[in-house]
Nanobody, 116 residues
Framework: QVQLVESGGGLVQAGGSLRLSCAAS????????LGWYRQAPGKEREFVAR????????LYADSVKGRFTISRNNAKDTVYLQMNSLKPEDTAIYYC?????????WGQGTQLTVSS
């Protein structure tokens, strides 16, 4: 089992920055890919960014490329999503997601609201 706990969401003005955290615990050595997804009100959940747990393989959605950065603190098994130049359309619940070879895990989500 892998547990994922997100934190760091909040209210920020357009143009501002915020950093989300995802703390992974449990069988973290079984994680293959870890990423961030988001779901805005009335919309489907969409991919934001991901990377290979072993390193590399970083991929971003076109909508966040150049503004968001995904990174990892190896010592803490914590993954970050640094978000800059935030826009009102970035408003959503942000979820951490992990794939192993046999299972998929989701965190509970953290709310980001960007005011115009």
């Amino acid at each position: 089992q892998v547990q994922l706990v997100e934190s760091g969401g909040g209210l920020v003005q357009a143009g501002g920055s915020l950093r989300l955290s995802c703390a992974a615990s449990g069988r973290t050595n079984s994680i293959v890919v870890l990423g961030w997804y988001r779901q805005a009100p009335g919309k489907e959940r969409e991919f934001v960014a991901r990377f290979h747990w072993s390193g590399g393989g970083i991929l971003y959605a076109d909508s966040v490329k150049g503004r968001f950065t995904i990174s990892r603190n190896n010592a803490k098994d914590t993954v970050y999503l640094q978000m800059n130049s935030l826009k009102p359309e970035d408003t959503a619940i942000y979820y951490c997601n992990a794939y192993t070879y046999s299972d998929e895990y989701w965190g509970q989500g953290t709310q980001l609201t960007v005011s115009s």
